[in-house]
């Protein structure tokens, strides 16, 4: 797969030792590192972020089955509609290796593991929570918005005790139609039935991201990342 270099937002681009923390936030199906730029923009604003780096990734570009095979960015195919009965495998854990490489650049750069967190969004956010809870080294946490624990048979047999105790924050729009509530219900529910700290939100809104959500969104950085 060919990556293009992440889009990188903080308000010390020029000198990289004021930078303690970073988050790795991932887009969802068809978008781009772009797509959530104006979010961190945002949230760069609150000087309790000054000293935080962003990282947004782009996912490669390949053809989507459940999208008649049309090409786009993707973290991995989707063969049909939700609920899920098949999934790619092998196309999720390749982009798990690549996280995991964006996550050794930060540790590389001097950032602690434990200031490190990842974020996505949909398809993005499944990602980063397979990742994150996989991950051999203590994370800050997970955003994890509009989205679901993918590969949810593998997870016991594959989870580090590392992340154990890693705060999740999980959001979701009550008005879904893309991933359904109950969906994203039912990876909570199994988050917590492991013993997961799991922050749950619920929004009147759609497959989307509202203002509230980003007020909560930054309340629960301040909290992880403190």
């Not at 994150?132 to 048979?153: D, E, F, I, M, N």
């Given at each position: 797969?060919?990556?293009?270099?992440?889009?990188?937002?903080?308000?010390?681009?020029?000198?990289?030792?004021?930078?303690?923390?970073?988050?790795?936030?991932?887009?969802?199906?068809?978008?781009?590192?772009?797509?959530?730029?104006?979010?961190?923009?945002?949230?760069?604003?609150?000087?309790?972020?000054?000293?935080?780096?962003?990282?947004?990734?782009?996912?490669?570009?390949?053809?989507?089955?459940?999208?008649?095979?049309?090409?786009?960015?993707?973290?991995?195919?989707?063969?049909?509609?939700?609920?899920?009965?098949?999934?790619?495998?092998?196309?999720?854990?390749?982009?798990?290796?690549?996280?995991?490489?964006?996550?050794?650049?930060?540790?590389?750069?001097?950032?602690?593991?434990?200031?490190?967190?990842?974020?996505?969004?949909?398809?993005?956010?499944?990602?980063?929570?397979?990742?994150?809870?996989?991950?051999?080294?203590?994370?800050?946490?997970?955003?994890?918005?509009?989205?679901?624990?993918?590969?949810?048979?593998?997870?016991?047999?594959?989870?580090?005790?590392?992340n154990a105790n890693t705060p999740i924050f999980m959001?979701?729009?009550?008005?879904?139609?893309?991933?359904?509530?109950?969906?994203?219900?039912?990876?909570?529910?199994?988050?917590?039935?492991?013993?997961?700290?799991?922050?749950?939100?619920?929004?009147?809104?759609?497959?989307?991201?509202?203002?509230?959500?980003?007020?909560?969104?930054?309340?629960?950085?301040?909290?992880?990342?403190?």
């Amino acid at each position: 797969m060919r990556y293009l270099a992440p889009l990188e937002l903080s308000l010390h681009t020029s000198d990289h030792s004021k930078i303690n923390a970073s988050i790795i936030w991932l887009h969802g199906l068809g978008a781009d590192g772009h797509d959530f730029a104006p979010v961190v923009e945002h949230i760069l604003k609150n000087p309790i972020f000054n000293h935080t780096r962003f990282i947004l990734p782009h996912a490669p570009e390949m053809a989507v089955t459940r999208n008649n095979g049309y090409v786009m960015p993707a973290w991995y195919d989707i063969y049909g509609n939700i609920p899920i009965t098949q999934e790619d495998e092998s196309g999720i854990k390749q982009s798990q290796a690549y996280i995991n490489t964006l996550i050794q650049n930060e540790i590389s750069r001097g950032i602690s593991s434990e200031r490190i967190l990842l974020a996505g969004f949909s398809q993005g956010g499944a990602i980063a929570l397979h990742t994150a809870l996989r991950h051999p080294q203590k994370l800050a946490g997970v955003l994890a918005l509009s989205t679901y624990l993918p590969l949810q048979p593998l997870f016991s047999r594959e989870i580090s005790t590392a992340n154990a105790n890693t705060p999740i924050f999980m959001a979701h729009g009550i008005f879904d139609d893309i991933i359904s509530l109950e969906m994203a219900a039912k990876s909570r529910d199994l988050l917590q039935n492991c013993q997961y700290s799991v922050n749950w939100h619920e929004y009147n809104m759609a497959h989307s991201v509202c203002e509230q959500e980003i007020v909560d969104i930054q309340s629960f950085l301040k909290q992880v990342l403190s």
